[in-house]
Protein backbone atom coordinates (compact mmCIF):
# COMPACT_ATOMS: atom_id res chain seq x y z
CA UNK A 1 0.00 0.00 0.00
CA UNK A 2 1.28 3.46 -1.20
CA UNK A 3 1.30 6.34 1.00
CA UNK A 4 0.19 9.94 0.45
CA UNK A 5 2.10 11.45 -1.82
CA UNK A 6 1.91 15.49 -2.54
CA UNK A 7 3.17 17.61 -5.44
CA UNK A 8 5.33 19.39 -6.20
CA UNK A 9 7.84 19.34 -3.31
CA UNK A 10 8.70 23.27 -3.42
CA UNK A 11 7.37 26.14 -5.52
CA UNK A 12 7.89 29.59 -5.98
CA UNK A 13 5.40 32.11 -6.51
CA UNK A 14 4.29 36.02 -6.81
CA UNK A 15 1.68 37.55 -5.12
CA UNK A 16 -1.89 37.71 -7.10
CA UNK A 17 -0.84 34.49 -8.93
CA UNK A 18 -2.98 31.20 -8.74
CA UNK A 19 -1.64 28.08 -7.66
CA UNK A 20 -2.73 24.22 -7.83
CA UNK A 21 -1.15 21.93 -5.23
CA UNK A 22 -2.08 18.05 -5.29
CA UNK A 23 -2.23 15.26 -3.28
CA UNK A 24 -2.58 11.35 -4.02
CA UNK A 25 -4.41 9.66 -1.36
CA UNK A 26 -3.46 6.31 -0.11
CA UNK A 27 -6.03 3.53 -2.03
CA UNK A 28 -9.38 3.07 -0.74
CA UNK A 29 -9.33 6.10 1.94
CA UNK A 30 -12.30 8.21 1.25
CA UNK A 31 -11.22 11.27 2.98
CA UNK A 32 -9.13 14.20 2.25
CA UNK A 33 -7.91 16.85 4.60
CA UNK A 34 -5.85 20.09 3.85
CA UNK A 35 -3.81 21.73 6.28
CA UNK A 36 -1.55 25.08 6.21
CA UNK A 37 1.03 25.16 8.72
CA UNK A 38 3.03 28.40 8.49
CA UNK A 39 6.27 28.68 9.81
CA UNK A 40 6.75 27.87 13.86
CA UNK A 41 2.98 26.88 13.86
CA UNK A 42 0.96 23.87 14.37
CA UNK A 43 -0.99 22.81 11.10
CA UNK A 44 -4.07 24.78 10.53
CA UNK A 45 -7.06 22.81 9.21
CA UNK A 46 -8.21 24.50 5.81
CA UNK A 47 -11.21 22.02 4.73
CA UNK A 48 -11.96 18.22 4.45
CA UNK A 49 -13.51 16.66 1.24
CA UNK A 50 -15.54 13.28 1.92
CA UNK A 51 -16.38 11.29 -0.97
CA UNK A 52 -15.69 13.72 -3.43
CA UNK A 53 -17.66 16.77 -1.42
CA UNK A 54 -16.80 19.73 0.69
CA UNK A 55 -17.53 18.52 4.23
CA UNK A 56 -16.10 21.24 6.39
CA UNK A 57 -14.15 24.22 6.14
CA UNK A 58 -12.09 25.95 8.73
CA UNK A 59 -11.30 29.60 8.71
CA UNK A 60 -9.84 30.17 5.18
CA UNK A 61 -11.69 32.57 2.74
CA UNK A 62 -13.29 31.64 -0.46
CA UNK A 63 -10.21 31.66 -2.33
CA UNK A 64 -8.94 28.59 -0.68
CA UNK A 65 -10.85 25.40 -2.64
CA UNK A 66 -10.49 21.70 -3.96
CA UNK A 67 -11.78 18.94 -5.50
CA UNK A 68 -11.52 15.50 -4.66
CA UNK A 69 -11.46 12.83 -7.51
CA UNK A 70 -12.78 9.14 -7.66
CA UNK A 71 -8.91 8.24 -8.26
CA UNK A 72 -7.99 9.24 -4.69
CA UNK A 73 -6.39 12.09 -5.57
CA UNK A 74 -7.07 15.48 -4.44
CA UNK A 75 -6.21 19.37 -5.53
CA UNK A 76 -5.97 22.64 -3.18
CA UNK A 77 -6.23 26.02 -5.49
CA UNK A 78 -5.40 29.10 -3.95
CA UNK A 79 -6.26 31.94 -5.50
CA UNK A 80 -5.13 35.79 -5.80
CA UNK A 81 -1.77 34.90 -3.86
CA UNK A 82 -0.65 36.94 -0.33
CA UNK A 83 2.71 36.90 1.09
CA UNK A 84 1.05 35.40 4.14
CA UNK A 85 0.11 32.77 2.21
CA UNK A 86 3.65 31.11 2.22
CA UNK A 87 3.63 27.73 4.22
CA UNK A 88 3.65 24.51 4.28
CA UNK A 89 0.91 22.93 2.68
CA UNK A 90 -0.07 18.92 4.07
CA UNK A 91 -2.79 16.52 2.76
CA UNK A 92 -3.70 14.01 5.02
CA UNK A 93 -6.06 10.91 3.88
CA UNK A 94 -8.07 8.68 5.73
CA UNK A 95 -10.99 5.92 5.42
CA UNK A 96 -13.88 7.55 7.31
CA UNK A 97 -16.62 5.42 8.69
CA UNK A 98 -17.86 7.50 11.94
CA UNK A 99 -15.92 7.33 15.57
CA UNK A 100 -12.65 8.59 15.73
CA UNK A 101 -10.78 5.63 15.23
CA UNK A 102 -9.39 6.49 11.45
CA UNK A 103 -6.16 8.06 11.67
CA UNK A 104 -5.32 10.82 9.77
CA UNK A 105 -2.25 9.69 7.26
CA UNK A 106 -0.25 12.90 6.02
CA UNK A 107 1.80 13.18 3.10
CA UNK A 108 4.89 15.15 3.36
CA UNK A 109 3.56 18.46 2.24
CA UNK A 110 4.41 20.83 -0.27
CA UNK A 111 6.65 24.30 0.49
CA UNK A 112 4.70 27.24 -1.04
CA UNK A 113 6.96 30.66 -1.14
CA UNK A 114 4.91 33.92 -2.26
CA UNK A 115 7.17 36.54 -3.28
CA UNK B 1 -8.19 27.18 19.51
CA UNK B 2 -6.40 23.98 20.37
CA UNK B 3 -7.89 22.73 23.39
CA UNK B 4 -5.01 21.12 25.23
CA UNK B 5 -1.90 22.66 27.21
CA UNK B 6 1.73 21.01 26.38
CA UNK B 7 5.28 22.53 27.75
CA UNK B 8 6.76 24.26 24.73
CA UNK B 9 9.61 21.84 25.17
CA UNK B 10 11.59 18.99 26.67
CA UNK B 11 15.30 17.20 26.49
CA UNK B 12 15.53 13.83 27.20
CA UNK B 13 18.57 11.48 27.49
CA UNK B 14 18.98 8.93 24.56
CA UNK B 15 17.88 5.04 25.98
CA UNK B 16 15.72 6.97 28.54
CA UNK B 17 12.05 7.01 28.71
CA UNK B 18 10.53 10.31 27.48
CA UNK B 19 7.26 11.62 29.11
CA UNK B 20 5.41 13.86 27.30
CA UNK B 21 2.08 15.61 29.50
CA UNK B 22 -0.43 17.30 28.09
CA UNK B 23 -3.41 18.89 29.78
CA UNK B 24 -6.55 18.47 28.30
CA UNK B 25 -9.30 20.02 31.08
CA UNK B 26 -12.23 20.80 28.71
CA UNK B 27 -12.40 17.70 26.91
CA UNK B 28 -15.88 16.04 26.56
CA UNK B 29 -16.85 12.02 26.70
CA UNK B 30 -17.22 11.91 22.93
CA UNK B 31 -13.59 13.42 22.24
CA UNK B 32 -10.20 11.29 21.72
CA UNK B 33 -7.13 11.83 22.72
CA UNK B 34 -4.53 11.94 19.64
CA UNK B 35 -1.11 12.40 19.47
CA UNK B 36 1.33 12.88 16.55
CA UNK B 37 4.78 14.03 15.89
CA UNK B 38 6.05 16.01 13.20
CA UNK B 39 10.03 15.32 12.30
CA UNK B 40 11.32 19.03 10.84
CA UNK B 41 9.96 19.13 7.15
CA UNK B 42 8.25 16.37 7.23
CA UNK B 43 4.12 15.76 7.40
CA UNK B 44 2.79 15.20 10.93
CA UNK B 45 3.25 10.78 11.90
CA UNK B 46 0.41 9.07 14.19
CA UNK B 47 1.65 7.80 16.98
CA UNK B 48 -1.07 6.79 18.83
CA UNK B 49 -5.04 7.50 20.13
CA UNK B 50 -7.42 6.48 23.17
CA UNK B 51 -10.33 7.47 24.63
CA UNK B 52 -10.51 6.17 28.52
CA UNK B 53 -8.26 3.33 28.66
CA UNK B 54 -4.28 3.01 28.37
CA UNK B 55 -3.13 2.11 24.91
CA UNK B 56 0.05 0.88 24.03
CA UNK B 57 1.56 0.02 20.25
CA UNK B 58 5.09 -0.51 19.12
CA UNK B 59 5.92 3.25 19.15
CA UNK B 60 4.64 4.26 22.52
CA UNK B 61 2.35 4.30 25.23
CA UNK B 62 -0.83 6.35 25.97
CA UNK B 63 -1.61 7.43 29.96
CA UNK B 64 -5.21 9.04 30.32
CA UNK B 65 -5.69 10.18 33.27
CA UNK B 66 -9.07 8.64 35.18
CA UNK B 67 -11.01 12.17 34.80
CA UNK B 68 -9.52 12.21 31.19
CA UNK B 69 -7.88 15.77 31.85
CA UNK B 70 -4.90 15.14 31.25
CA UNK B 71 -2.70 12.11 29.53
CA UNK B 72 1.37 11.42 29.22
CA UNK B 73 2.85 9.83 26.34
CA UNK B 74 5.83 7.93 27.05
CA UNK B 75 8.20 6.69 24.65
CA UNK B 76 10.12 3.93 26.61
CA UNK B 77 13.12 3.91 25.30
CA UNK B 78 14.14 7.33 23.07
CA UNK B 79 16.36 7.40 20.49
CA UNK B 80 18.30 10.48 18.61
CA UNK B 81 15.75 10.03 15.49
CA UNK B 82 12.90 10.58 18.23
CA UNK B 83 13.88 14.16 18.33
CA UNK B 84 10.67 15.76 17.17
CA UNK B 85 7.38 18.25 17.59
CA UNK B 86 4.99 16.05 19.89
CA UNK B 87 1.05 17.00 19.13
CA UNK B 88 -1.35 16.19 21.54
CA UNK B 89 -4.78 16.62 19.99
CA UNK B 90 -8.02 16.38 21.10
CA UNK B 91 -10.37 15.23 18.66
CA UNK B 92 -14.12 15.03 17.77
CA UNK B 93 -15.39 11.72 16.33
CA UNK B 94 -16.06 12.33 12.62
CA UNK B 95 -19.82 11.99 11.53
CA UNK B 96 -21.02 10.47 8.78
CA UNK B 97 -24.11 12.81 8.90
CA UNK B 98 -23.64 15.26 5.79
CA UNK B 99 -22.65 18.66 8.25
CA UNK B 100 -21.41 16.68 11.08
CA UNK B 101 -18.22 17.03 12.67
CA UNK B 102 -15.37 16.49 9.96
CA UNK B 103 -13.49 14.83 12.82
CA UNK B 104 -10.48 17.10 11.81
CA UNK B 105 -7.24 17.63 13.94
CA UNK B 106 -6.87 21.15 15.69
CA UNK B 107 -3.45 21.28 16.51
CA UNK B 108 -1.46 23.51 19.05
CA UNK B 109 2.44 24.70 19.25
CA UNK B 110 3.23 20.92 20.58
CA UNK B 111 6.39 19.95 22.49
CA UNK B 112 9.73 20.35 20.86
CA UNK B 113 11.34 17.09 22.04
CA UNK B 114 15.18 16.92 22.26
CA UNK B 115 16.71 13.56 22.51
CA UNK B 116 20.75 14.32 23.49
CA UNK B 117 23.19 11.39 23.35
Known amino acids: ETGVTQSPTHLIKTRGQQVTLRCSSQ?????VSWYQQALGQGPQFIFQ???????GRGNFPPRFSGLQFPNYSSELNVNALELDDSALYLCASSFSRGGARDEQFFGPGTRLTVL | DAKTTQPPSMDCAEGRAANLPCNHSTISGNEYVYWYRQIHSQGPQYIIH???NNETNEMASLIITEDRKSSTLILPHATLRDTAVYYC??????????????????FGKGTKLSVKP
Open chain 2, 50 to 52: GLK
Open chain 2, 89 to 106: IVRVAFSMLRGGSQGNLI
Open chain 1, 27 to 31: SGHNT
Open chain 1, 49 to 55: YYREEEN
